[in-house]
């Protein structure tokens, strides 16, 4: 006869500790898996969800923009005038999402969008001159944001971060990795 596991005290666990917990248990129910990967995938993905609401809370809301519209001033920001198409792809999200986005900062008065020249079906966004403010006083909050965390890590921490992400990101294309495009 198998022994049931203790009973789970949820009231103990928190944001972090639910990582332990996680492995602990999926590690006693699936012998087969691996422990430190998904350790490492778990630690990821919860840094990179706590660092984009603090910066969401802190830096963009108080504007008041999503996280998802600042990536698209952003994209738009240093890469326009450009197609709507290409800031869906340089900003990680879908053609919807950006042109609901759009519409919204346009009609803030941040963004302006005109049909391509070459192709009457292709729309140009770019920043007019409010949206151009807009974007460069935040991501200077932006960027001292960041580097209130990243001051956590030394200069070689930080560089090393980088390039173990960069491995881990690069190696993606050895399987049929899902993106949006």
């Given amino acids: 006869m198998t022994q049931e596991p203790e009973p789970l005290d949820a009231d103990h666990l928190h944001f972090w500790s639910f990582i332990d917990h996680a492995v602990d248990r999926a590690s006693r129910e699936l012998p087969g898996i691996d422990p430190l990967a998904m350790r490492l995938v778990l630690t990821l993905h919860r840094a990179a969800n706590m660092l984009v609401y603090d910066l969401e809370s802190a830096v963009h809301r108080p504007r008041g923009w999503s996280w998802p519209g600042f990536r698209v001033l952003f994209a ?12 869906a792809e340089l900003s990680g999200m879908s053609r919807a999402a950006v042109s ?15 049909r391509a020249s070459y192709d009457g079906r292709a729309v140009r966004l770019g920043l007019t001159e409010a949206g151009l403010h807009a974007i460069t006083t935040a991501f200077q909050a932006h960027n001292a944001r960041e580097q209130e965390w990243a001051g956590a890590l030394s200069e070689d921490e930080q560089q090393t971060l980088i390039e173990l992400l960069g491995k881990l990101t690069a190696h993606s294309a050895h399987f049929d990795v899902r993106h949006r495009t």
């Fill in 100 to 114: 609901a986005l759009v519409n919204t900062l346009g009609r803030d008065g941040l963004v302006s969008k005109e």
């Fill in 76 to 87: 738009i920001w240093l890469s326009g005038p450009v197609e709507a198409k290409k800031v």
